[in-house]
């Protein structure tokens, strides 16, 4: 821990606990992994006040405010207050991107913004500012049904995706919906499997101790598998996350989430 | 700068039993991770929290490895007096850092 | 199958740069027994008898993740400054090391209450203590069971 020198007026913060509106369970079956996760880590994302993320959160706020690169320019120098040109924004990513003639996700989109429009040094992937900025940027969003964009641009990447979400890989030779259609519901090693809607991310992980990204947790799925998982920022997790929002399409977001 | 977070009732009855909750953004490192190589990586903990009211204590914590990553403490006080409430964690290298919020007894 | 798996999910260094069929051994630190976790309450109690009774540890017996649990622990006080909670001492049995925390509490207090979340290295019992304002002291233990352990995975 730095040191800080002075005491200052913090945050005193939220008044009140946020009720997420965690729908959760749709009418055709697709369930989040809200659900499938004990009382006690439920009742913590609900806790704005408990919720590690919201530390997070906070420091995207932060950051989201302040000036950088070469423009020095703020976030909120072009998109003012986050809460208002940023509702349903994480809920439609990923998006296509005509600058990089593909789709970009969210911390692509986060990244390319900090290259070209202030020109800074992009965030490494898991980075704190990155997952910080995602972080806050998600959190708008939160309680907005997932709401792919309708772009035919986007039917390739997408339907690459879904390969991928099909394909069996690794050692173990299983594809994702090996363990996420097929026995979704059932047990792995005491846990239950989740349908593996990505409604929350980045969320605080108890096994991480630590907030993280869907990339991070493919990489986890990927070595949990048994396969050489892809770099981070590799397209296809965009594609990926592409297919599965489109997967979830409808469900709530939960940015940021807590999972166990 | 650790990011923390306190959360304080904005108002509070005088006798009234009130909640504070805090949490502060750290990795807790116990000192029992392994590294790839087999050694660990070193501890590294905030091992002392306390709080206090208008510079009188009226909670304080000794915090060991067994503690979670980016550690929640909540304890209740009785609102007698109008003030300012200090938090401050103290870690392993005997760096504090420290929070306030103002408390309002009506 | 009974034995512990080791989560999938976690063992992200399995795989092994240079090729190797590298099997990660985990080294394990030696632990806290009931023996040191007796020696810590010692120390904390002064060798004082302790009562069982008065103190409630709210903690889920089934825990999904050792890294972060959450714990509540209320003890049966008036909390007057006549009679009210000086400390209250957490102990395990099972984690590299016997103390989890010790919250000291004061007659202004109020409830005699405080929440945190812990870790827990393995299913074990632990044990909390309160020392009163009349130097009395009583205890309250959980029986937790931990599939997948802090400390020993990276």
């Known amino acids: 821990?730095?040191?800080?020198?002075?005491?200052?007026?913090?945050?005193?913060?939220?008044?009140?606990?946020?009720?997420?509106?965690?729908?959760?369970?749709?009418?055709?079956?697709?369930?989040?992994?809200?659900?499938?996760?004990?009382?006690?880590?439920?009742?913590?994302?609900?806790?704005?006040?408990?919720?590690?993320?919201?530390?997070?959160?906070?420091?995207?706020?932060?950051?989201?405010?302040?000036?950088?690169?070469?423009?020095?320019?703020?976030?909120?120098?072009?998109?003012?207050?986050?809460?208002?040109?940023?509702?349903?924004?994480?809920?439609?990513?990923?998006?296509?991107?005509?600058?990089?003639?593909?789709?970009?996700?969210?911390?692509?989109?986060?990244?390319?913004?900090?290259?070209?429009?202030?020109?800074?040094?992009?965030?490494?992937?898991?980075?704190?500012?990155?997952?910080?900025?995602?972080?806050?940027?998600?959190?708008?969003?939160?309680?907005?049904?997932?709401?792919?964009?309708?772009?035919?641009?986007?039917?390739?990447?997408?339907?690459?995706?879904?390969?991928?979400?099909?394909?069996?890989?690794?050692?173990?030779?299983?594809?994702?919906?090996?363990?996420?259609?097929?026995?979704?519901?059932?047990?792995?090693?005491?846990?239950?499997?989740?349908?593996?809607?990505?409604?929350?991310?980045?969320?605080?992980?108890?096994?991480?101790?630590?907030?993280?990204?869907?990339?991070?947790?493919?990489?986890?799925?990927?070595?949990?598998?048994?396969?050489?998982?892809?770099?981070?920022?590799?397209?296809?997790?965009?594609?990926?996350?592409?297919?599965?929002?489109?997967?979830?399409?409808?469900?709530?977001?939960?940015?940021?989430?807590?999972?166990p | 700068m650790a990011r923390a977070l306190i959360n304080v009732p904005p108002k509070a009855k005088r006798g009234e039993v009130i909640e504070i909750k805090t949490l502060i953004s750290h990795p807790m490192e116990t000192g029992y991770r392994p590294k790839g190589d087999g050694s660990f990586y070193p501890r590294d903990i905030i091992h002392k929290f306390v709080c206090t009211l208008n510079g009188e204590e009226i909670f304080r914590a000794d915090l060991y490895p067994a503690i979670a990553a980016n550690p929640f403490i909540s304890f209740t006080t009785v609102a007698r007096e109008s003030g300012l409430l200090m938090f401050s964690w103290i870690d392993d290298r005997g760096e504090a850092q420290m929070e306030s919020a103002k408390l309002v007894v009506e | 199958m009974s034995e512990k798996q080791p989560s999938v999910l976690s063992r992200r260094g399995a795989l092994g740069a240079g090729g190797a069929a590298l099997i990660a051994l985990v080294v394990r630190p030696a632990h806290a027994t009931t023996q040191t976790m007796h020696e810590a309450i010692q120390h904390f109690t002064g060798g004082a008898a302790v009562k069982p009774g008065r103190v409630t540890m709210d903690i889920p017996p089934l825990v999904e993740n050792g890294n972060s649990v959450p714990l509540t622990i209320t003890v049966d006080s008036p909390m007057t400054e006549a009679d009210f909670v000086r400390a209250i001492a957490v102990f395990n049995e099972r984690n590299p090391q016997p103390n989890v925390g010790t919250f000291h509490l004061n007659a202004r207090s109020g409830r005699a209450f405080v929440s945190t979340r812990i870790r827990l290295g393995d299913s074990q019992i632990i044990t909390a203590i309160a020392q009163m304002s009349d130097g009395s002291l009583w205890s309250g233990t959980a029986e937790l069971v931990v599939t997948l352990p802090a400390c020993v995975e990276n």
Request: glycine share 6%; proline share 7%; charged share 20%.
């Open chain 1, 1 to 259: 821990m730095t040191a800080f020198p002075t005491a200052r007026l913090s945050v005193v913060a939220v008044v009140c606990s946020f009720a997420t509106a965690v729908a959760a369970q749709t009418t055709d079956g697709r369930r989040s992994g809200f659900l499938d996760m004990s009382p006690q880590s439920q009742a913590l994302q609900k806790d704005d006040t408990a919720n590690p993320a919201m530390l997070w959160v906070l420091d995207g706020e932060a950051l989201w405010n302040a000036k950088a690169g070469r423009a020095d320019k703020s976030c909120a120098d072009c998109h003012q207050d986050a809460a208002v040109n940023m509702q349903g924004v994480a809920a439609r990513y990923p998006a296509f991107s005509a600058e990089h003639n593909r789709p970009l996700d969210l911390q692509g989109r986060i990244n390319a913004c900090r290259e070209t429009r202030q020109q800074a040094t992009p965030f490494a992937p898991e980075s704190k500012e990155l997952l910080a900025l995602s972080a806050y940027i998600g959190k708008q969003s939160r309680g907005m049904p997932i709401a792919p964009p309708n772009d035919p641009r986007l039917a390739p990447f997408r339907a690459r995706g879904e390969a991928l979400y099909k394909q069996r890989i690794g050692q173990l030779n299983f594809s994702c919906a090996n363990c996420h259609d097929d026995n979704a519901g059932q047990k792995l090693a005491s846990a239950v499997i989740p349908q593996g809607h990505p409604t929350g991310y980045p969320l605080y992980r108890l096994e991480w101790q630590n907030l993280g990204s869907l990339q991070r947790r493919f990489r986890g799925c990927l070595v949990g598998v048994r396969a050489e998982p892809f770099a981070y920022g590799s397209e296809e997790y965009v594609e990926l996350e592409l297919f599965l929002m489109s997967r979830a399409k409808g469900m709530p977001v939960e940015t940021p989430a807590a999972r």
